[in-house]
């Protein structure tokens, strides 16, 4: 298997299958340390990661600070209530500053696309890892979802994967379009015309579906998207009733996936509208098994931009 070479982690459109299959496999023996008695190894002992994040987050900011903790790094996080954000400092001078104290990793989550390729260019000696930027791509999302894909299915070519809800606004669908096509799985996509992009095929080799039904037929995994009302206007949709009606998942309308088809949803939910609580606390739910996955695959993202390979 390929060594993984890379200094950042921004996308998943950058990692080839290989560098995905390598970042897979150490999560996979990450998992071990956090089922641990004392959930600790001295791997990162001496670096130093800083959490910036300028959007809200509790799944992600979380579980990347676990992530750091278990491997022994020091961990600082950052938010813009507490920082010289409010007093209008812009990124590049946060980032220079930041920089002047030494840090290892510097994990962001930013409202702007592209904001980590601007970041990564003006810090050249430290690791850049995205934890979400704008509308472009979340990829520790798409990494701890194909994880656990492959959990349940033991490999993640040949599945059909139902991607639903606001394609547009989502940048967990685009982790997870490059991620799964590079991978081999079928993505079928699907949402209110008003969610879903121009040229939404453009988005790498999917099939755009008119209904919801069409795209869930026989799926291995349907994966609800949660609606992003803070990035889009109010005309997208009528109501949340209405939306429901067509692109929630519920449980007449599960039936149409296989059987075994596993139920994800990067979170946080919004009960009653994107998915009912029936769907969500059922047996075909992988909501909590992805938050649990999402620490190791953190894990390993932090391990390999500090330059660890495995054994």
Do not use: W
Not at 189 to 198: D, I, Q, R, V
Not at 231 to 238: A, C, E, I, S, V
Not at 243 to 271: Q, W
């Amino acid at each position: 298997m390929a060594d993984f070479k890379h200094k950042d982690i921004i996308a998943l459109r950058d990692l080839t299958k290989e560098e995905i299959e390598r970042l897979l496999t150490t999560a996979e023996s990450m998992r071990e340390i956090n089922n641990r008695d004392i959930k600790k190894v001295p791997t990162l002992r001496g670096k130093t990661i800083i959490n910036l994040f300028y959007e809200a987050s509790t799944r992600t900011r979380t579980s990347f600070e676990i992530a750091g903790k278990r491997l022994s790094a020091d961990t600082v996080n950052i938010t813009p209530s507490s920082s010289s954000a409010t007093k209008g400092e812009t990124l590049a001078d946060t980032a220079l500053n930041l920089l002047a104290m030494k840090p290892d990793i510097i994990v962001m989550r930013h409202a702007v696309s592209g904001s980590h390729y601007f970041l990564s260019k003006k810090l050249p000696s430290c690791s850049i890892i995205n934890a979400g930027d704008g509308t472009h791509e979340h990829p520790s999302q798409g990494l701890l979802d194909m994880l656990t894909m492959k959990d349940k299915f033991g490999r993640l070519d040949n599945l059909k994967v139902a991607i639903i809800g606001d394609i547009t606004h989502s940048r967990v669908a685009r982790s997870n379009i490059q991620g799964l096509t590079k991978m081999g799985s079928q993505v079928f996509l699907a949402g209110p015309p008003t969610m879903m992009p121009p040229g939404a095929e453009l988005l790498g080799n999917v099939t755009v579906c008119c209904t919801m039904k069409e795209a869930i037929q026989d799926a291995d995994v349907v994966m609800m998207l949660r609606i992003q009302q803070e990035r889009q206007g109010k005309t997208l949709m009528p109501n949340a009733r209405e939306y429901s009606r067509y692109f929630g998942l519920n449980p007449e309308n599960i039936k149409l996936a296989k059987p075994d088809a596993m139920v994800m949803h990067p979170g946080p939910i919004n009960r009653g509208v994107e998915m009912s609580s029936y769907v969500v606390d059922g047996d075909q739910s992988h909501v909590l098994k992805q938050v649990e996955n999402g620490v190791a695959v953190r894990m390993a993202m932090l391990y390999h931009v500090c330059g660890g390979e495995l054994e």
